[in-house]
């Protein structure tokens, strides 16, 4: 695919040195500039993508006008209509540095954008089919709104609409919502009323019933109101002060007073204000749905449990869209039309069972390392001098709030004229969510001095409030561990307040930061810890276990620990077992990734390097024996064991069959077993040499089978 990059000044507002960002883009067949691409330099563009033969172009423009131009201008030559992307060379860059940094900062972006290119995932989608019932909860005008288009139920919910007009058209329930439960297209709603189907309005309630305690429209007696004599003027004995439930299956509900347990909102379920925009939501989605799908999906590696014992429940706990689910306690279900993209759920998947198709991980990493150039004179501007980008912050920022609010802040700096920020390298995320250890420590790995992680802060449609402080937090901890103090800060800009997000991140990076011990250009990640082993983990790539230890064991090339165990990395664990194991094969068969193995000379042994630290083990093991710790221990890796993966963290005396000579159980197990139900089996085989318990179970079923011979 032959790349073209193009470079425009804007007519001058931007302060960079064309010449120079040419001088600094790599990896495209050719890179032209003008100072006013979109107007007077689309001619000569044109020129450039025929005599190039072009199939994709990069361009540096913000503005939607001039993209429209550029894809129009690459339209006519054939390109295909996703053929042109965009760089903002302006509103995040030339508008808030000056112009060195603006040059150096440009030319990365489009090396960046270059690189994410060649990654990009082929598009599919996912579609669900969906019925036109739409459940509106107490909200007299969105059910009028749906009306034309949708079979709406419109559920009182206690409260009187007598005098509403323009419901004539819905069916009206009556009953206060109790429960709702399922997904798009399955929604059941609980509804408990005081007066039963048998109702025929003929009011003789309402008139007799306590004042404010019967509504009229539709008839129903709040939970609250007295027993009496008035409950007997009912002809149809309808009224039921117990209360009765029933159920309303639809397809998509609006409950403005609701709440909802997915803290992000899900697919068809709508609380809070109705607008213009809810409406339309909704209509939207009747008959079904078909969208991008957001998930690459390898179950075979998840680490949810086995044999009816919970493990990892990572991705069920981060995702804010009800999209995951536990359908029994060693499973999980993703519902794929239900997700919203955020990549909360694969940041949070250790083993890479589920990752984002689009950026996905391999992408990323590769527009972190584009980003970051080296300390020798061969870049565009030197390190350690004055000019371009000294300090290397990578900023993973949220695509959503976060990149609005810094291109606000980006043109009030061009009214102002005073406000200015370092140069951060940033790497736009669907939401601050998808980054991860992983993302991180490949950052630093790669030559980064620190990383800013940019997102919405409280009003985050996803997280909720200070969605990454926790995340920061262990990250700091490990960076600290591993002896480069801390390099990690979450920042998120406010609408109307540039000077408070300025301030935070100029301390971050102008006094927080030193210049990392780690170069820049040398590592480009595989996304695998096992890149030397004769059988790999069955892991994909650029899983976040594997990704994490790599970019770990790559800083560890140039830095001196603190700690021997690096704290913070959730993804890693320790295992500890005290002297009640009896060397039964339930945490061997329980572990997901192959960590554990018992050995026939009565050892069990744990591979470090292995486990995701998702707990099966120690809460399946029925003796309370292991204990796991977090952490990255650095002690049990193997390249600081001699290139031993496994190491022994239990020995036991196994027991020999004493037919057939085979070990089959431990010492400390078959004494157990005898203890609890020895005296339960005496007397099974009478005329044996030696206990039944001393028999492998091949041997002691054909022993029992000859003694019943015998009698």
């Not at 007077?40 to 990069?58: K, N, P, R, T």
């Not at 650095?634 to 190491?647: I, K, Y």
Request: one cysteine or more; hydrophobic letters at 35%.
């Amino acid at each position: 695919m032959n790349t073209g990059a193009f470079v425009c000044s804007c007519g001058g507002s931007c302060d960079i040195d064309l010449e120079a960002v040419r001088d600094g883009v790599d990896d495209v067949d050719v890179v032209a500039s003008s100072e006013l691409l979109c107007q007077d330099g689309l001619a000569g563009m044109s020129q450039v993508i025929e005599e190039y033969d072009l199939d994709q172009v990069i361009a540096t423009t913000p503005e939607p006008s001039c993209q429209d131009r550029i894809r129009g201008l690459a339209d006519e030559h054939g390109l295909h209509p996703e053929a042109s992307v965009f760089v903002d060379h302006r509103e995040t860059n030339a508008w808030v540095h000056d112009g060195v940094a603006a040059t150096d900062k440009t030319a990365r972006l489009i090396n960046a954008k270059r690189a994410g290119l060649r990654e990009e995932a082929p598009s599919r989608t996912v579609s669900k089919d969906a019925g036109n019932r739409v459940a509106v909860v107490g909200d007299p005008g969105a059910a009028r709104s749906l009306t034309d288009d949708a079979n709406v139920t419109f559920i009182a919910d206690g409260r009187e609409f007598a005098d509403v007009e323009g419901l004539g058209d819905v069916t009206m329930e009556r009953g206060r919502v109790v429960d709702i439960e399922g997904s798009y297209g399955e929604y059941e709603l609980t509804l408990e009323a005081r007066v039963t189907d048998d109702c025929i309005d003929c009011m003789d309630c309402v008139r007799e019933g306590p004042d404010g305690m019967v509504t009229e429209f539709p008839v129903d007696i709040h939970p609250d109101a007295p027993d009496g004599e008035w409950t007997d003027t009912c002809p149809t004995d309808a009224i039921d002060l117990d209360g009765v439930t029933h159920t309303v299956e639809v397809d998509q509900v609006i409950y403005p007073g609701g709440r909802d347990d997915a803290r992000g909102g899900r697919l068809g379920f709508y609380t809070g204000p109705v607008d213009a925009g809810t409406v339309a939501a909704v209509e939207s989605q009747l008959g079904g749905i078909e969208k991008p799908q957001f998930l690459d999906l390898e179950m075979d590696v998840c680490a949810a449990g086995a044999s009816s014992q919970e493990g990892c429940t990572a991705c069920v706990d981060a995702c804010p869209h009800g999209a995951v689910d536990r359908p029994t306690i060693d499973s999980v279900e993703f519902d794929e039309t239900a997700c919203e993209n955020c990549g909360a759920c694969t940041s949070a998947c250790p083993t890479g069972a589920t990752q984002l198709r689009e950026p996905s991980n391999r992408r990323l990493a590769r527009e972190v390392e584009a980003l970051l150039e080296d300390d020798s004179d061969e870049g565009l501007f030197s390190r350690g001098d004055s000019e371009g980008i000294d300090t290397q912050v990578v900023a993973f920022v949220c695509s959503e709030y976060a990149m609005e609010r810094l291109r606000a802040h980006g043109r009030k700096a061009v009214q102002s004229g005073d406000l200015d920020y370092p140069p951060i390298l940033p790497v736009s995320v669907n939401c601050t969510d998808t980054v991860g250890e992983a993302h991180v420590m490949h950052a630093l790995a790669a030559g980064a001095d620190g990383v800013a992680i940019v997102g919405c802060g409280g009003s985050c449609l996803h997280s909720g409030p200070d969605p990454k402080q926790e995340l920061v937090d262990r990250l700091n901890q490990a960076t600290t561990d591993l002896g480069l103090g801390d390099r990690v800060g979450f920042f998120a800009p406010e609408a109307g307040n540039p000077e408070a997000f300025v301030e935070s991140l100029s301390g971050f990076v102008e006094f927080g930061l030193d210049e990392t011990p780690i170069p820049a250009g040398d590592y480009e990640a595989t996304g695998r810890s096992d890149t030397d082993r004769e059988e790999p983990r069955p892991n994909p790539d650029f899983d976040s276990h594997g990704w994490t230890l790599e970019s770990v064991r790559t800083i560890l090339d140039h830095v001196e620990p603190e700690r021997e165990v690096i704290r913070g990395l959730k993804d890693f664990g320790v295992m500890d077992v005290n002297d009640a194991c009896t060397l039964t094969p339930t945490c061997t068969n329980l572990c997901p990734t192959d960590a554990i193995q018992r050995t026939g000379e009565g050892e069990l042994a744990f591979n470090h390097t292995d486990c995701v630290n998702c707990g099966l083990c120690e809460e399946g093991c029925p003796e309370t024996a292991i204990t796991m710790h977090d952490g990255l221990d650095l002690s049990l890796l193997p390249e600081n064991r001699g290139g031993e993966t496994w190491v022994t963290v239990h020995e036991g005396d196994m027991l020999e069959c004493v037919r057939c000579g085979k070990p089959f159980t431990s010492v400390a197990s078959a004494d157990k077993i005898e203890e609890e139900v020895g005296d339960q089996v005496e007397g099974l085989a009478p005329d044996a040499d030696h206990s039944v318990f001393e028999y492998c179970s091949d041997c002691r079923s054909r022993l029992l089978f000859d003694q019943g011979e015998k009698r």
